[in-house]
């Protein structure tokens, strides 16, 4: 199952320079997710199948070989309470445990990539409003980015002048 979480750990990776491909591949890792959470959930009404197959033949066994289980006198209650012990029953039941957690797994990939859809939205939206060219400064960079213009419009105008001059004298 660790190989699972990583899969889809990586499939929720969004690469916001190739958005067009990230909303392409979407539908694809969104079935991937939906398919295995189906196959699963298969997976999860066999065993709850199999526990109630298994519950009724350790029934069916104990009421017909009583002894087998210490039994003198077959009551509903005894029947049940060595059912509820029994190994087979215990292994059923637990192996259900382990199918659920994994649909529970693929249900949350299968959330996981709608939110990654959503993601790739806002990213979309960002992009369109011009977020990512934008350069985002602290105070100091500002200040140090206003310097920087400041200079380049001052060797401007000193470029302009020299060019006036020659323009004159000409």
């Given amino acids: 199952m660790e190989t699972e979480i990583t899969e889809i750990e990586k499939d929720l ?9 990230e909303c392409l591949d979407q539908p694809r890792r969104f079935f991937k997710w939906a398919k295995k959470m189906a ?3 298969k997976e999860m009404k066999r065993a709850k199948r199999n526990i109630a197959v298994v519950r009724a033949e350790v029934a069916s066994l104990v009421r017909n070989e009583p002894k087998l289980f210490g039994l003198e006198k077959v009551t509903d209650a005894a029947v049940v309470a060595i059912i509820d012990q029994h190994k087979k029953v215990k292994e ?3 192996l259900f445990i382990e199918v659920t957690y994994e649909f529970d797994i693929f249900e949350a990939a299968k959330w996981a990539m709608t939110d990654r859809k959503t993601s790739i939205e806002g990213l979309i939206k960002l992009y369109n409003e011009g977020y990512f060219s934008r ?5 100091v960079g500002k200040e140090a980015l206003a310097s920087m213009a400041d200079e380049a ?3 401007q105008k000193e470029n302009l ?3 006036m001059t020659r323009r004159k004298s000409l």
């Avoid at 990776?13 to 491909?21: G, S, T």
């Fill in 161 to 163: 002048k020299k060019i």
């Fill in 13 to 21: 990776i969004i690469d916001k320079d190739n958005l067009d491909f």
């Fill in 39 to 41: 196959l699963q959930s």
């Fill in 135 to 139: 350069v985002n400064t602290d105070s």
């Fill in 153 to 155: 419009t001052q060797d």
């Fill in 92 to 94: 059923a039941e637990e």
